[in-house]
């Protein structure tokens, strides 16, 4: 399995924003589909985004469409989340993973059983 490190989480007021990163060891993070999820305490994990190995195709949950962006930057070998327009709602777990069944792309569905590798997952707390 894929080895994914995010960071980026925080405490930080409505309104505002954090950039979450996701890294991984090597070079391989460039030729995988990446996705973004969250939990928040007592209910499922959920997918917020996803990116193909390209960059070409991206995906966004309802609630965060024009208020996140997820872009990769493949000199850095790392696929980032911005966050912005933070809302208490937004307060989770955040974890990003890796290999979908078709590898470069991202699921039809973006759910947690479509995404084999997985990172131990960064604390996002959006409060005043």
């Known amino acids: 399995q894929l080895q994914l490190v995010e960071s980026g989480g925080g405490l930080v007021q409505p309104g505002g924003s954090l950039r979450l990163s996701c890294a991984a060891s090597?070079?391989?993070?460039?030729?995988?589909?990446i996705g973004w999820f969250r939990q928040a305490p007592g209910k499922e994990r959920e997918g917020v985004s996803c990116?193909?190995?390209?960059?070409?195709?991206?995906y966004y949950e309802e609630s965060v469409k024009g208020r996140f962006t997820i872009s990769r930057d493949t000199a850095e070998n790392t696929v980032y989340l911005q966050m912005n327009s933070l809302k208490s709602e937004d307060t989770a777990v955040y974890y990003c993973?890796?290999?979908?069944?078709?590898?470069?792309?991202?699921?039809?569905?973006?759910?947690?059983?479509?995404?084999?590798?997985w990172g131990q997952g960064t604390q996002v707390t959006v409060s005043s």
């Open positions: 090597g070079r391989i993070l460039n030729t995988r589909a």
């Open positions: 993973a890796a290999d979908t069944p078709h590898g470069r792309l991202c699921p039809r569905e973006v759910i947690p059983k479509n995404f084999g590798s």
């Open positions: 990116i193909s190995s390209s960059g070409g195709t991206k």
